[in-house]
């Protein structure tokens, strides 16, 4: 079994636009996918869930406020699974709810450090 | 608490150091050039073994919670349930090449301590909170 980090991106503040219900709906979404990769052994870190705050640190050290804002969509968590290969991973991450609400999941291998 | 053996102790850091008040941030790196990819394994090693020194100094001022992960050069992304790329997502030119969490007095704490991350050629570190409803 190898490692795979899922990468969860969406628009900004996502939530802000849902009504109190809606979020709920969401929510137990989320929990309904993660009990579901937890209890067949897919969870590897159930890894953050990362806020609307942040700040930028540029190559020229200038730091910015804000998350990282090249792109319209911002990084809303990160989680961790176990599968075969990356296709397996990708699989899985179908799966995922922010797919239902306009947000992207990218899969990625993860080289394990401290190894060469 | 135990000390390293160090004869110059960093008063600083020690004094400053209310672990239970500090909050958790992750740092997510971007790269335009990812270690394994661009360049030569002799290189790469030499690129990680820098970056591991810089994680130790991270430890070695008890601010690490977690070392993250180094993300590797294979990669899907899904949008509305199906692929739609193979390989890395690629935010105008940068890939996420791995992300680790630290801890901080604040958010712009811990964009300082990131000034410091040695990056392979250029990149952008990005910090966030993890969220909580106040955020």
């Not at chain 1, 996918?33 to 209890?39: D, K, L, N, S, T």
């Amino acid at each position: 079994m190898n490692e795979f980090a899922l990468i969860f991106r969406n628009d900004f503040h996502p939530e802000a636009g849902y009504s109190p219900d809606k979020l709920q709906e969401i929510m137990k979404q989320w929990q309904t996918w993660m009990g579901g990769m937890a209890a067949k052994g897919q969870l590897a870190n159930a890894g953050t869930r990362l806020g609307g705050d942040g700040k930028t640190v540029k190559p020229s050290n200038v730091i910015t406020n804000g998350p990282y804002a090249e792109i319209k969509e911002m990084i809303t968590g990160i989680i961790v699974i176990k599968a075969g290969d990356i296709d397996a991973a990708t699989e899985i991450a179908k799966g995922c709810p922010i797919l239902n609400a306009g947000g992207n999941v990218e899969v990625r291998d993860i080289i394990p450090m401290g190894s060469n | 608490m135990f000390l390293s053996g160090s004869e110059k102790i960093d008063r600083h850091w020690v004094k400053n150091q209310n672990l239970k008040a500090m909050k958790e941030f992750v740092m997510l790196i971007r790269l335009e050039a990812l270690p394994e990819v661009n360049f030569s394994p002799e290189e790469e090693q030499s690129l990680m073994n820098v970056w591991e020194k810089w994680v130790e100094g991270i430890i070695d001022r008890n601010i690490l919670v977690s070392r993250g992960n180094r993300l590797g050069a294979d990669g899907r992304t899904l949008k509305n349930g199906v692929l739609i790329t193979n390989g890395p997502y690629v935010e105008l030119k940068e890939i996420i090449g791995g992300y680790l969490i630290i801890r901080a007095n604040s958010i712009d704490e811990a964009a300082e301590i990131a000034k410091g991350a040695p990056l392979v050629g250029n990149g952008t570190i990005e910090i966030r909170s993890i969220f909580s409803d106040d955020n």
